[in-house]
């Protein structure tokens, strides 16, 4: 992902935005290192953060290159 995207997610009728960065992600004015920490914060349990966000298919771990690869 090139940093100024954002990645938007509605999670119990809230919108959540996420702005990539030169060294991660920043979420609600503070910066993190990773989708996943992002995912817990908002969620309160453990997720994986580009399948939260939606960048992978449910039931792929990794993605396969391309675009996200």
């Known amino acids: ?3 100024g995207a954002r990645l938007v997610r509605e999670w ?3 919108t959540h935005t996420v702005t990539v960065t030169e ?3 920043e979420y609600a004015g503070t910066s993190y290192p990773s989708l996943t920490k ?3 914060k908002i969620t ?3 997720w994986s953060g580009p399948r939260f966000f ?3 298919a ?3 771990e990794h ?3 391309g675009r996200n690869g």
């Open 54 to 56: 939606g960048l992978l």
């Open 38 to 40: 992002i995912a817990k």
């Open 63 to 65: 993605p396969s290159g």
């Open 23 to 25: 060294d991660g992600f």
């Open 58 to 60: 449910m039931g792929k």
């Open 1 to 3: 992902l090139k940093p």
């Open 12 to 14: 119990h009728g809230r």
């Open 44 to 46: 309160g349990a453990h």
